[in-house]
């Protein structure tokens, strides 16, 4: 029987990275480079906490979308 390492190995040749799809020289794509991020989760992440059901979504990602929902002029609906 084959090690599991090479079958997971030839799983993933087909998968492209993130950093291949997205054009890092994009303003968006900058700006989420340089926003020092762990301000943000230690400052606001008590704001949204989660005692029971679902886990708590990611500060990071609930700030990213407010930025874009304002930044954008975006409805919540064009958001979704």
Do not use: C
């Amino acid at each position: 029987m084959g090690s599991k390492s090479a079958g997971s190995q030839s799983a993933h040749m087909f998968r492209q990275r993130l950093d291949e799809l997205v054009n890092l020289e994009h303003p968006l794509a900058w700006l989420a480079a340089h926003i020092d991020w762990s301000v943000s989760e230690r400052e606001w992440g008590g704001h949204f906490p989660s005692s029971r059901g679902r886990p708590a979504t990611s500060t990071r990602l609930i700030a990213g979308l407010l930025y874009l929902l304002h930044t954008f002029a975006l409805s919540d609906e064009d958001m979704i």
